[in-house]
């Protein structure tokens, strides 16, 4: 199977990689994922008072499409609000990746990490 | 050294150029192009000495006498022949066959068919060092039971089945006993003349030979009889019918005149070459062997790198070809079948590669992957999330995952 470039560029050149103090409460974490199917992936994201993602970081366990579209991911919540980020489509990580129907799911997992670490995140805010 | 390194000689085996030569001089109008089956003329008849010669030769291999020896277009169409065959012909004395989980698909695709057709199929489990257990061997015959097949050596793992053993047990039981031994001459010594078997599949590509030819050795004394799947002009005694491929008979026969000369030697230095590697490896954390070390052909290594998935790592190993057991590999998302077989967790099958070293591997190939694999394992398990939590002393199975 070859690959595109995108996904060998984030592949070789992964963004964000890291961790963020998940138990801060600016922080959201979204673990999905299982070992054993073969692919887990974290995302975080800390976020401002204003509600924009200042910063997100992942690891990923997974095969190449999985840290490239977990990658991209990251480059792309960076300045978002949880609103805009929480739009964001597995579709558009697959097309962007021109991922092959095989590797679809690899984009679906993306995209439900984004939305547990907006979750994670929310869960920890104080209702008022 | 030139890249890619190939290191998946038991997916197939480059020809060796003793070999291209000899095929190429049965191919055109100065060579040995005849039909072998033409009686009329002198290009028949050379035709059928060099197939004669190549059918001494495999049978020399193997222990077997040359009229025992059935051409085929490889070790897939063998196991056919093989298993539909008896199964066909012997089916009034009982419709149950008896096999492995770890057999290739040849095997077990053949035996689902036979399922379809109203046989009984017991799927055997393997030991975790992927061996059958002789008694769980023994156990599963019935006397409905007709065919068994157990693979020689597995082409994930490498490891060696009993067969002398099990053959015993399938003679005692009046069994027909085939076994696919598409992975193993050359690489272990076989000889059919004492061995209990009555069926033995093989293939010329994983010996250095081409693509598209193998053979079934069918034993004489005593007779085994088989139900022919493919009809036509009568060939090799009615059992397989098709215009003989000269150029590829000759080719897998010198392929295997070749083994019977250099096997010994060949197989002392891939083994120091394998354990070069696995000796360069396993220092590292959370690193496993996948099958018996002791019981397995020299040239295979199949190792897993917890933590780190399988098809990322071959990504990483640009300068390689090696093959993995992970999901992502296959359109299925089923990690290897093989490896779930041992009783592996699913996860150390997804971070899995099968090394397999052959004849043109080199020392300089194998250091050269060495420092690669090490390197880029460390590399992905800082971009792994479960290196991060087996570090902090997480044990991963009291997690609940949110699978997908
Ligand atoms: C154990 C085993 N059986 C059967 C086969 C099929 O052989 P062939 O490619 O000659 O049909 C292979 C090779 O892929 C094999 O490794």
Redesign the pocket.
Known sequence: MAYSDKVIDHYENPRNVGVLDKTATDVGTGMVGAPACGDVMRLQIQVGDDGVIKDAKFKTYGCGSAIASSSLLTEWVKGKTLDEARQIKNSAIAEELALPPVKVHCSVLAEDAIKAAISDYQAKQPVD | MKFPIYLDY???TPVDPRVAEKMCDCLTLEGTFGNPASRSHAFGWSAEKLVDEARANVAALIGADPKEIVWT?????S?NLAIKGAAHFYQKQGKHIVTLKT??K??LDTCRQLEREGFEVTYLDVLPNGLVDRDVFEAAIRPDTVVASV?H???EIGVIQDIAALGRICRERKVIFHV?A??SPGKVPINLAELPVDLM?F????IYGP?GI?ALYVQRKPRVRLEAQMHGGGHERGLRSGTLPTHQIVGMGEAFRIASEEMAAENERILMLRNRLYDGLRDMEEVYVNGDLEHRIAGNLNISFNFVEGESLMMALKDMAVSSGSACTSASLEPSYVLRALGRPDELAHSSLRFTLGRFTTEEEIDHVLSQVRGQVERLRELSPLWDMYKEGIDLNSVEWVAH
Do not use: I, R
């Not at chain 2, 293939?203 to 994983?206: I, L």
């Open positions: 038991s997916a197939t277009s490889g070790a897939t169409e196991d057999e290739h040849a095997v693979m050596v597995n082409n696919d598409a992975q599949s293939s010329a590509h994983k693509k193998g």
